[in-house]
């Protein structure tokens, strides 16, 4: 099985300390809920991320959202071959059962995440889709994994992915790959992963990383099988 984790993904909520500035009041505002219970997105409340640690990359559900579809929707995950986990900047942790479906809608997804981070577990009861838990870092996220667990960032080492799935992939695999737009891991990734790997000479969007993974990885299972007699 494969596990993919988006790391420091920045998926939050507005903090405290931004809930009173005007671009977050009247984005509330508007959309009838409390400041402090909409997801932080920069595409809407930039001007209250200027001069905020790390302003400049935080608020981007949207790359959440783009990840999460391409897993779920991927035919490794039809195929019952895939697990799928969001750890967040501030170390909340969700986990994604395979036969959830994301919403394609944005404005739904901003929702459906807004929901999750308000009551925890999306449906509420017994057998959730989606679980969010609070408190957990990446080190104890891998450590609970547990496995082979490859790191992926533009300044790993250089490897041809689908070379390396052919010659050292395992049939349990974790890949750890940054969930923000640029910048590095604000987690100790490379003393928490056994590799640390670029796949490519530029620096590739999370989307493109993702599909390189899920294709990469089911291309080297199938070569693995073997032949039928």
């Known amino acids: 099985m494969l596990t993919l984790v988006l790391a420091d993904s920045e998926l939050e909520l507005v903090p405290s300390a931004m809930q009173h500035h005007p671009a977050i009041r009247s984005y509330a505002k508007k959309r009838g809920a409390s400041p402090a219970k909409i997801i932080l997105d920069s595409s809407f409340h930039h001007p209250a991320l200027k001069g905020v640690e790390q302003g400049e990359r935080r608020g981007r559900p949207d790359i959440v959202h783009l990840f999460l579809l391409l897993c779920l929707d991927s035919i490794l995950n039809a195929d019952g071959?895939?697990?799928?986990?969001?750890?967040t900047r501030n170390d909340e942790v969700i986990a994604v059962r395979p036969e959830t479906r994301i919403p394609k809608n944005y404005v739904r997804f901003v929702g459906l995440m807004e929901n999750l981070f308000e009551k925890g577990r999306v449906p509420e009861g017994d057998s959730p889709l989606l679980t969010l838990e609070h408190g957990k870092d990446l080190a104890a996220l891998l450590d609970e994994i547990g496995?082979?667990?490859?790191?992926?960032?533009?300044s790993g080492k250089r490897i041809d992915l689908y070379d390396f799935m052919r010659r050292k992939m395992e049939s349990d695999m974790t890949f750890?790959?940054?969930?923000?737009?640029?910048?590095?891991?604000?987690?100790?990734?490379?003393?928490?992963?056994?590799?640390?790997?670029?796949?490519?000479?530029?620096p590739l969007k999370v989307w493109t990383v993702t599909s390189e993974i899920l294709a990469g990885y089911r291309h080297g299972m199938v070569k693995k099988k073997p032949a039928r007699k």
Request: proline share 7%; aromatic share 10%.
């Open 147 to 154: 496995g082979r667990k490859v790191a992926l960032d533009p």
């Open 81 to 87: 071959g895939l697990r799928t986990i969001v750890h």
């Open 176 to 202: 750890v790959i940054g969930g923000f737009p640029h910048g590095e891991f604000n987690s100790p990734v490379k003393d928490l992963c056994d590799e640390f790997f670029s796949i490519h000479e530029m």
